[in-house]
């Protein structure tokens, strides 16, 4: 009877307390800088039914507000209605799939589990874990694991829609599961259409329009790409060694090739891995959090789950040891994060979010806290608009959308909102066509503010182009410019040449007038040994020394970014600059007389030794109005 009772009582209590927790967000008091910019644009374009794809190019998809550190009244139910059903299909899935069902194995899932709350972005990889784990042992005929199936396929379609690494994971999963389903003659996709039906469905309801789907994957895609591209930075050698260490145990440990589903579990779990060691240490910045944090729930999940092969007592030892090696780690990580103000302590936000569910009259005090924060935030980031009588629509440059939506101005951003990733041909692509068309903004607060030491025209080049034919200068203060729009764009002519050259080489700039500019196109082509080490690793980071009358300065360099094209001279790396070439003006000491791209280091031979270099000298001229 006691056995009984704890095999119902547990299950529900993880269920439960795995909504509870994770219902809502941390909200942050501000909405200024860089990662909160795009917090208010993913509620932003919730909130105004954005198209995914045409009107906001990201790797956060149309369900990714319920992720959103910014809190908005109006969409706020909406959030935790859309949240309750996502985590409560986590949580079914997770204590009816995993043989959680003693208070100690309750302790650790919920251990474990407190963590999400600042790694959110391991929770969305858990449906397709459990999903195909459950579809290689899934009985055909009962009927029960069936529902649980789809239940667990709708969860992973609503995790794709939030972000795309959970696509990437998600995809492969479910066509491994379909491959196994094939190979014990169970010919019925009925896993895979409920899959591709749920997104649809969910894509729907999320405002999209279903006809541009193709266009949100591509976006999706792209992004991904250029973060993979000129994203990484450099994370600690020990911690990416222990990560791997870690991985290679529980793979060695568990991974069994014997029968179809050994095979089908083992390549689900490397690709598992090698999706959570890209989360934490393939991006901007190095998240060593998330991919432990990863490694520690897989690790779990192949304890618990009776689709693994069983282990012996010694192999047992091994993950279990894995498992609370990785998950002390991110303990370790997380801990100093959890003392700042942003983010609340465990007990604390346990307790708050119970009083939260329970308690209507706590629930609406809580909601009146949060809009009067709100409201603070956005009087703060109205005031540090540096214009006053600014014109709509609106667009700030290269972040802080969050000035934009709180200016109270019509707001006219760039699908790709974001310069710092926007590195490619397509995003930038479709940034510059956006400003050539009606729908462009009137006002363009600009700044020049590049990341980890990039050269500042490396990000989203094409509409640095762009401002220049389409946008004059209005006013500017000594952080920031305000552009507004030409009655009609400048002429814009061209002349170019190309050279082949190494690196390490100086390439010689030609000489330009006040109204021109020195646009260069470099095309660095990987090997093929680089190419396969890059999808693992990350290409190594670039870095080119630029040389003027002055001196030289050393700037990252992004490789997709430079393919696409950039304005290497006059040097737009002050605000000061940046104003000289948008008034048809320069400074000496503005003009670039040269520059070289330094060979990566290491024994790999990542590009070839010699890189293809197109520069032309830009001029302009103002053009007619129309019928004149």
């Not at 370790?332 to 003392?339: A, D, E, G, K």
Request: proline fraction near 7%; charged fraction near 15%.
């Amino acid at each position: 009877m006691k056995a009984r009772l704890f095999s119902f009582a547990v299950p529900l209590l993880g269920t439960l307390f795995v909504l509870v927790y994770l219902l809502d967000v941390v909200y942050a008091p501000s909405m200024r800088g860089l990662d909160l910019s795009w917090h208010a644009m993913l509620a932003y374009a919730h909130e105004n039914k954005l198209q995914h794809g045409s009107q906001i190019i990201f790797n956060y998809g149309p369900l990714s507000f319920i992720e959103s550190a910014i809190y908005v009244e109006n969409t706020h139910q909406e959030k935790l209605l859309y949240r309750a059903t996502y985590l409560l299909i986590l949580g079914i899935g997770c204590f009816s799939v995993l043989r959680i069902r003693s208070p100690w194995a309750l302790l650790a899932w919920c251990g474990l589990t407190l963590h999400l709350l600042i790694w959110r972005d391991v929770y969305l990889l858990l449906p397709a874990l459990l999903l195909c784990h459950l579809e290689c042992r899934r009985q055909q005929g009962n009927v029960a694991q069936l529902a649980l199936s789809l239940l667990l396929a709708f969860g992973a379609a609503f995790a794709c829609l939030v972000k795309a690494n959970a696509m990437f994971f998600t995809l492969p999963a479910i066509a491994l599961a379909s491959v196994y389903r094939f190979s014990v003659r169970d010919y019925r996709p009925i896993v895979p259409v409920c899959f591709v039906l749920s997104v649809v469905l969910l894509f729907s309801l999320s405002g999209q329009h279903v006809s541009g789907f193709v266009d949100f994957v591509r976006g999706y895609v792209d992004v991904s790409l250029a973060y993979n591209a000129d994203m990484g930075l450099p994370a600690p050698v020990a911690l990416q060694g222990a990560f791997i260490v870690g991985s290679t145990v529980l793979v060695a440990t568990t991974v069994r090739m014997t029968n179809p589903a050994g095979a089908v579990l083992g390549l689900l779990t490397i690709g598992y891995l090698l999706v959570a060691y890209k989360m934490g240490f393939v991006r901007h910045g190095a998240n060593p959090g998330a991919s432990f944090l990863a490694l520690a729930f897989v690790c779990l999940v192949q304890l618990w789950s009776p689709s693994v092969d069983a282990l012996g007592r010694h192999q047992r030892r091994l993950v279990v040891a894995v498992a609370v090696a990785t998950a002390s780690l991110v303990t370790w990580i997380t801990v100093p994060l959890s003392q700042g103000e942003f983010i609340k302590g465990y007990v604390h936000t346990v307790r708050d979010r119970i009083r939260y569910v329970l308690d209507p009259g706590y629930g609406a005090a809580l909601n009146a806290e949060l809009g009067r924060r709100q409201a603070m935030a956005l009087t703060q980031a109205r005031s540090a608009i540096p214009f006053a009588d600014v014109q709509g629509p609106i667009d700030v440059f290269p972040f802080e959308f969050g000035l934009a939506y709180a200016s109270g101005l019509p707001i006219a951003t760039r699908p790709a909102f974001q310069s710092y990733f926007t590195t490619s041909r397509y995003m930038s692509g479709h940034n510059a066509d956006f400003l050539a068309g009606p729908r462009a903004p009137r006002s363009v607060v600009f700044s020049v503010e590049p990341i980890d030491g990039r050269y500042a025209a490396l990000e989203d080049p094409l509409t640095l182009s762009a401002y220049r034919r389409h946008y004059q200068l209005d006013r500017q203060t000594p952080n920031a410019l305000l552009l507004t729009r030409r009655a009609a764009p400048v002429a814009q002519s061209e002349l170019c040449r190309t050279s082949e050259v190494a690196f390490d080489l100086p390439v010689l700039i030609p000489w330009v007038g006040p109204d021109q500019a020195v646009w260069a196109e470099i095309d660095i082509t990987p090997t093929w040994l680089g190419r396969i080490v890059s999808v693992l690793s990350g290409p190594p980071v670039l870095s080119m020394t630029m040389a003027t009358p002055t001196g030289s300065a050393d700037f990252r360099y992004l490789r997709e970014a430079g393919q696409t094209g950039f304005l290497l001279s006059p040097a737009l790396v002050t605000t000061a600059a940046a104003a000289d070439f948008f008034k048809a003006a320069s400074r000496p000491e503005d003009r670039v007389v040269g520059f070289s791209i330094k060979a990566p280091g290491g024994p790999i031979p990542w590009y070839d030794p010699q890189m293809s270099v197109k520069l032309c000298v830009l001029s302009w001229e103002s053009a007619h109005p129309p019928g004149r």
